[in-house]
């Protein structure tokens, strides 16, 4: 959430020229009673559009895309979101009023705001790069709360020489863009905020009870997300390196223990892969100790 609420103030600041207004009205000092008429006078130099009625392009519809999406539509923009593998549990979450993007092309090329919700990682480094600002619409403004290289400095500051990207609003602000007047640097205020402190805190704690309980892995960094309801069957939670025929060997010791398998979840991320089985009865310390020797497996747990 103060993630969400730092987006939208951006999305005024990269509008209403607020930010370099202040900073003008700051020179003023020493004016006096000229002061009002100084600011009447010189007020123009920093007008800009109303962010309602205005297309906004979501990339990346998890957690905070989510929320941005619905809450900016909730102030009266246009709303597209652009997320080919957004969850289940996600896309319950957005507004109807939310539309589909099919492609990130003609996400680009709609939207007069563009903001940034996807995780980094070495498929999206340099995701926002020279080929993405040539089909953006001349003049977008462009804000990033993920993570700074997901956009590449060097082709992002060209795009704003040339007017593709009219400002350029970020969490993430290096040293090549400190000197750019269309640049908003912000230092790294997403989630600092003593609220989002203890909601971090608390989220932590749950995630942790919940995999000590269910098994299940919830926002891990070096794990996959992988989350299956708990029923009343016995439950086998297997850790292992993401190589070919890791789950027929896994379910291949289960058949040879002539035990049943209710329901079943694999995932992977990177060279780890997580495999959840529920079964019906018992499991036999045998079984388990003939998984954990299967050549690749790094844990295996039993869940009541």
């Not at 990269?14 to 009673?33: A, F, H, M």
């Not at 923009?77 to 109807?96: E, H, N, Q």
């Not at 529920?278 to 388990?288: N, Y």
């Amino acid at each position: 959430n103060a993630v969400k609420e730092l987006v939208l103030a951006s999305l005024f600041l990269t509008s209403r020229k607020i930010y370099e207004g202040i900073e003008w009205v700051k020179t003023l000092k020493d004016k006096g009673n000229d002061i009002p008429k100084l600011i009447e006078k010189g007020k123009s130099a920093f007008t800009g559009p109303e962010v309602t009625g205005k297309k906004l392009g979501v990339i990346g519809l998890g957690a905070i895309g989510a929320l941005v999406a619905n809450d900016a539509h909730g102030i009266g923009m246009d709303v597209t979101g652009y997320d080919p593998f957004i969850s289940v549990k996600a896309a319950w979450s957005l507004s109807r009023a939310v539309h589909r993007a099919d492609s990130l092309e003609s996400l680009l090329a709609e939207s007069d705001y563009i903001s940034i919700h996807i995780p980094l990682t070495p498929e999206t480094y340099d995701y926002i790069d020279k080929k993405a600002f040539s089909k953006m619409k001349k003049g977008a403004r462009l804000l990033n709360f993920s993570r700074g290289e997901l956009v590449n400095t060097e082709d992002l500051l060209a795009a704003v020489d040339d007017g593709i990207v009219s400002v350029y609003a970020t969490d993430f602000p290096n040293e090549q863009m400190l000197d750019n007047e269309n640049v908003i640097p912000i230092p790294h205020l997403g989630a600092s905020t003593p609220e989002s402190e203890d909601n971090c805190a608390l989220m932590a704690s749950n995630q942790l009870q919940t995999y000590i309980e269910t098994g299940n892995i919830i926002n891990s960094v070096n794990f996959p997300h992988c989350e299956m309801p708990k029923l009343e069957h016995l439950r086998i939670t297997v850790a292992h390196q993401n190589v070919p025929n890791m789950v027929s060997q896994i379910t291949s010791h289960l058949a040879d223990s002539n035990i049943n398998i209710a329901n079943m979840m694999n995932k992977s991320k990177g060279n780890t892969a997580y495999t959840i089985i529920d079964i019906d009865g018992e499991a036999p310390s045998e079984l388990l100790q003939s998984i954990l020797d299967i050549d690749g497996v790094i844990k295996v747990r039993v869940l009541p």
